[in-house]
């Protein structure tokens, strides 16, 4: 297999199962737990496909152009460091797949959850193995957002749903000053390629934004891992299943902010700023995540606070700028992931065979779980450096590079000590763990009786275990050439010598284990009063509660000062929401205008045709007339704002652009027809004396508004009259004239822009168009029409008298025969214009934009004529959020198939297929992108039709049946049936 399959398969396969799970019914958990489990072991196989080209200092590359002119290429890269991350993604997801198979209950929608999970590990895979800094943030982005629906699974519990919003707040803010530091990294080494970025390290380090990046970079790292002051967010998470918990601390989400840290080691590191961040937030956070996690009462709660220690550790290890302090990381990366995971799951099997994790109801469950106590000892004895286990080997090397560092400032001789403490300390929680929760008297008043749990449940704990004793025993042997690999892949070939031996003699780092391990029972004894009490939160610290920090902070964001900022530039009206926007673009452009300056052009002046100016002049007078009929006659004021359209698409005519003209007058139409639909539901505008409602329209402010007006539409004429006045720069228009049939096979040289030349543009742009669709139609579903509105208009109840039942189905009056009729007539002819609109627009006027408007008002006309319940009733495709669906899969699918052709993104191809008796046909594969808008286009805009349209039967479903329907004076009452 080559490299891009290879590596193409290992980050797409986790998605694709996500979107197969997701489609699974909600109750096949054993389908769902195969899939998912498939996709694991898969990507484990396919990572050691991987190894022997790794393992000889090879590196597996797969790019595929994406935007060359800006240096953005999708790039995957695979070297020593990645393979070694890639394998305890795809490892320890396969075995937490097996565990949460037996940990769910039957009743939770499994498939869902290893949707989430899976998609999860596509992106924790996507962060591993990219090859590009801005593709790298954007994975990372996705973490944040899988973990964030991950630790909120069960949303109906509070803390899951605080949980989640705390984890997602600080890690995404964490992501995007990252985000912002990949930026100015490549701005310094001039490409965002990680191979040139790697291979920058002094040209980075001498640069004078230097240190603005690493502080950027370590923000995101430092978040995401759970350091100091950023470490409150990981505790708060532990309201997610356990299966979660066990594969966001041992092997994805807290470990890509050292994995980014290792990863870019060899071009940050080796300063004096590196060390004082990374190292004094590595040291605080080992010695406080210790500390807080003795006192923690929950077996999860503690094993979270003994993951951010050991984090603390590792990040430690990286800022003491020694390359054998690199090793030391790496390697205890690999052995916390073993052990951790372990834990997790036994704390997980104790709370799913007690009902319970609080310590203080757990005992002596050692006679009632025989196994799973002997795992749980194993795992927790590796977590607190006992010998002949893996958790010691990588401490005696922590040991060995805190007695060996020079730092600055001073901390030499502190290191040997807060190492030893910090380690003491993971003694002590480790023996509470064991202790509190295994031995003792039989427990009492549990909510289930203990029991060993399924032996498929228990097997991934036996395996990590396994590896615990085995690294523990034999670490050479065992990851020995797997750690060299990767620390070759980032240190390059010169790697200082390092010993995995079992036994170096009797030496200081073997001394300070031993001080460690005694220092540790020793406070565990001393402790065991205050333990047993049942006191809630640690002696000295238990105000430093950074939950509460950060609840408070984000009152005083999101309610102090977002008021103070919202009372101040907004307000419930949207004329003065618009008076701001309007002003602010004044400003803006008239500071511009001032700096650069604007005169007139070098283009001679058209004479001036009489008939265009009589067009504009009555364009002109519309748009006044609905400015002034705007406050009170809204109808008016919209059917005189359409007169200035019209005038608009007139003057596009009479300028030779007809795409221009088609897409106006469609435009024009729909949303002349959506603004009357919406205009049904908003409350009357009572002229009061000299105002509007309990605002009074004075004088002056007739006169601020009016010059505001003037101001904003003056600039616009005056800047579009600069702008056709001028030769444009580069002759673009030429350029795209010429290359316009050659590249991309159209002569409708508006539509090649639209589809290839600009079609990236275009494909964000329909994203935005699908976005805002699906947002009003979420605002309008939980829109409720003001109570004066709700009463039938007097039309609607002269028509509802006029019709007469026919053959027990609902007639329309005679008055509406005719539109009645006509619209059926003419919806299967307008639908062949949109067709025919659609094909001819990569040559002639036309296009899928256009064709979608024209398919879009021929549904408008039913509704309007039909009513909500006829049309729906009778046309079944009418599915608008299917429409979107298939839209953007087909133009971002058109996009992505260039890649099969070793082609950039969004390329299109263009050429001549031959056809029997017809002859040479030309084809283009933009024919399918255009699809794809026509496809989005259309529903997009039925689906802010139907969320108007359905205001209808929102008001008519609140009359109850055979209920009087209120009646303006002098009518007779009907009922809600007539309707």
């Known amino acids: 297999m080559t490299d891009a399959p290879l590596l193409v398969a290992l980050v797409a396969l986790p998605f ?34 991987a190894y022997p080209t790794v393992s000889t200092g090879g590196v597996l590359r797969a790019e595929f152009a994406w935007m060359p002119a800006l240096g953005l290429n999708f790039t995957l890269r695979m070297d020593g460091f990645a393979w070694l991350f890639a394998g305890l993604v795809t490892g320890i997801g396969a075995l937490v797949v097996l565990y949460a198979r037996y940990y769910m209950a039957e009743d939770d929608p499994v498939p869902r959850f290893f949707a989430f999970l899976l998609a999860f590990m596509g992106a924790m895979t996507g962060v591993v193995v990219s090859g590009n800094l801005v593709q790298l943030a954007f994975f990372w982005e996705l973490t944040s957002l899988f973990s964030f629906l991950l630790i909120g699974y069960w949303y109906h519990t509070t803390a899951a749903r605080e949980g989640a919003r705390m984890a997602l707040t600080v890690t995404a803010t964490g992501g995007l000053a990252q985000f912002v530091g990949v930026l100015v990294l490549g701005h310094i080494v001039g490409s965002y390629d990680l191979d040139t970025v790697l291979a920058a390290g002094d040209r980075i380090r001498e640069h004078p934004l230097y240190v603005p990046a690493l502080v950027l970079i370590l923000l995101g790292a430092l978040t995401k891992s759970a350091q100091f002051p950023f470490h409150f967010w990981l505790p708060n998470a532990m309201a997610a299943p356990t299966p979660v918990s066990a594969y966001l601390h041992s092997a994805t989400l807290v470990k890509a902010g050292v994995f980014l840290m290792a990863r870019l080691w060899p071009v940050l590191a080796g300063t004096d ?52 302090a690199l090793v030391a990381a790496v ?52 977590m607190a450096g006992v010998p002949l286990l893996n958790g010691f080997i990588s401490k005696e090397m922590f040991f060995a590079e805190a007695l060996s560092a020079e730092t600055p400032l001073g901390l030499t001789n502190i290191l040997p000590f807060a190492a030893m403490l910090g380690s003491a300390f993971s003694v002590t929680y480790s023996l509470r763990f064991i202790h509190g929760a295994f031995f003792g008297p039989d427990p009492v ?51 200082p010598y390092y010993s995995l031996a079992v036994w170096h003699g009797f030496n200081l780092p073997l001394l300070m284990s031993l001080v460690a391990l005694a220092g ?31 609840e408070r902070t984000m009152v005083f964001l999101s309610w102090r000062l977002a008021r103070r900022v919202e009372g101040m530039l907004s307000t419930r009206r949207l004329q003065p929401q618009l008076r701001l926007i309007v002003v602010t673009a004044v400003l803006a452009a008239g500071a511009a205008v001032w700096l650069r300056g604007l005169g007139p052009g070098n283009l001679p002046s058209s004479p001036v045709d009489p008939v265009l100016a009589l067009v504009w002049t009555a364009g002109g007078a519309c748009a006044l007339g609905a400015a002034w009929k705007a406050k009170f006659h809204r109808l008016a004021a919209l059917i005189l704002m359409g007169g200035a359209g019209l005038a608009a698409c007139i003057t596009f005519v009479w300028s030779s652009a007809p795409d221009l003209a088609l897409t106006q007058l469609t435009v024009e139409v729909v949303t002349t027809v959506l603004l009357l639909l919406g205009l049904r539901w908003l409350p009357k505008r009572l002229h009061i004396a000299g105002g509007v409602g309990p605002e009074v329209l004075t004088r002056t402010r007739r006169i601020r508004d009016l010059a505001i007006a003037i101001g904003a539409g003056g600039g616009l004429a005056a800047l579009s009259y600069g702008v056709m006045t001028r030769t444009p720069p580069d002759l673009l228009a030429l350029d795209f004239l010429a290359r316009a049939y050659t590249e991309g096979g159209g002569t409708n040289v508006v539509n090649v822009v639209l589809v290839d030349f600009r079609g990236f543009d275009t494909l964000g742009e329909i994203f935005v168009v699908a976005t ?125 198939a260039a890649w099969l052709f070793s082609r950039p993104f969004m390329t299109s191809y263009f050429g001549y297929l031959e056809i029997p008796v017809i002859g040479a046909v030309p084809t283009a594969s933009a024919l399918l992108f255009d699809l794809g ?23 008519r479903r609140a009359i109850p049946p055979g209920a009087a329907v209120p009646e303006p004076a002098g009518r007779t009452p009907i009922t809600a049936g007539d309707i």
């Open 273 to 324: 700023a590196w060390f004082l961040i990374v190292g004094t937030a590595g040291l605080v956070t080992m010695l406080l995540g210790a500390y807080v996690a003795i006192f923690q009462n929950d077996l999860k709660g503690l094993l979270a606070y003994s993951t951010i220690s050991h984090l603390g550790l590792i990040t430690l290890l990286l800022g003491l700028n020694s390359e054998l």
């Open 445 to 495: 008043d549990l909510p289930r009786t203990p029991h060993e749990p399924a032996t498929w449940m228990r097997f991934p704990v036996e395996i990590l275990v396994l590896t615990c004793i085995g690294v523990g025993v034999l670490p050479a042997a065992t990851v020995g050439p797997f750690l060299d690999l990767a620390v070759r892949s980032i240190l390059g070939s010169e790697v």
């Open 933 to 955: 808008v026509f496809a989005l286009v259309v529903g997009a805009t039925l689906l802010m039709l139907v969320a108007l349209a359905h205001q209808s039967l929102r008001g």
């Open 331 to 382: 390697f205890h990366i690999l052995n916390h992931a073993g052990f951790k995971a372990s834990l997790f799951m036994a704390a997980g099997i104790i709370d799913h065979e007690t009902g319970t994790r609080d310590i203080r109801r757990l005992s002596g469950l050692n006679r009632s779980m025989p196994f799973t106590a002997r795992l749980a000892l194993v795992a927790a004895a590796a």
């Open 520 to 550: 540790g029972a020793a406070l565990y004894l001393l402790l065991q009063k205050r333990l047993c009490s049942g006191i809630e939160g640690e002696p000295v610290l238990r105000r430093l509660d950074g939950k509460r920090i950060f």
């Open 16 to 49: 694709v199962g996500s979107v197969v799970a997701g489609l699974l019914p909600t109750h096949a958990r054993n389908a769902a737990a195969a899939l998912a489990g498939g996709v694991a072991l898969v990507g484990l196989l396919l990572v050691w496909v």
């Open 772 to 896: 805002v669709a699906l947002a009003t139609f979420a605002l309008l579903r939980r829109f409720r029409p003001a109570p004066e509105s709700m009463d039938p208009p007097a039309q609607q109840i002269d028509q509802a008298r006029s019709e007469r039942p026919l053959s027990g189905r609902q007639q329309p009056a005679d008055w509406l025969l005719v539109p009645f009729t006509l619209t059926r007539v003419l919806f299967p002819v307008m639908l062949l214009v949109a067709a025919f609109l659609l094909l001819r627009g990569h040559d002639l006027p036309g296009g899928g934009f256009s064709a979608g408007m024209v398919v879009a008002i021929a549904v408008i006309l039913q509704y309007m004529i039909g009513g909500t319940e006829w049309t729906e009733n009778r046309l079944a495709w009418l599915r608008p959020r299917v429409w979107i669906g298939v839209g953007l899969l087909l133009a971002a699918g058109t996009g992505l």
